[in-house]
């Protein structure tokens, strides 16, 4: 995927908004959103002749930042995060993690499987960052239709991915 430079300042006006809503929404600390942001985008720069997107752009930046949100608060909170879905605390070292690729595509894998307005509100939810009332609106549901649907894709999803990482488990399904 060859970018030139306009094209290139074009994907980062059209993305940069989305994407630093959603990690924002984790971390909540502007400087560092901003830097996590810098980087996936010189990292996106750098590696623009040879990376391979098997999805969305859209889908593959709203990951990458997943990812360094994820790094982040694992570095930051020394190898220790609590999953706030039952899961006792976690030590997970560098080894453990899988790679950010094989998780994505494991991922992508799960959500074909899952019925189609509980794919929709997921992607929606998860990979473009709406909330719950915005994904209402949208599709003009109740929220609490909303939020059923995404309970049985994330019960779905836990369930099929429930041998990758819980650290990462954590990260996808809050």
Known sequence: MLFSKNQFNAVFEEHWEVLY???YSRIQDQAVVEDMLQ??????????????IRSTLKAYLLTAVK????????QKNQYYIRDIQGLDFVNATE???????????????????????????????????YSTQEIADKLDISSQTVHNHLTKSMKIIRTELSDATPLLLYFFLP
């Open 95 to 129: 080894e453990e993690v899988h790679p950010f690729d094989l998780l994505y595509e494991r991922l992508e894998v799960v959500l074909q499987k899952l019925p189609e307005k509980n794919r929709l509100i997921f992607k929606l939810s998860k990979l473009e960052g």
């Open 21 to 23: 809503k959603a990690a």
């Open 39 to 52: 980087d996936i985008f010189i990292d996106l720069w750098s590696r623009r002749d040879s990376i391979i």
């Open 67 to 74: 990812y360094r949100v994820l790094k982040f608060l694992h």
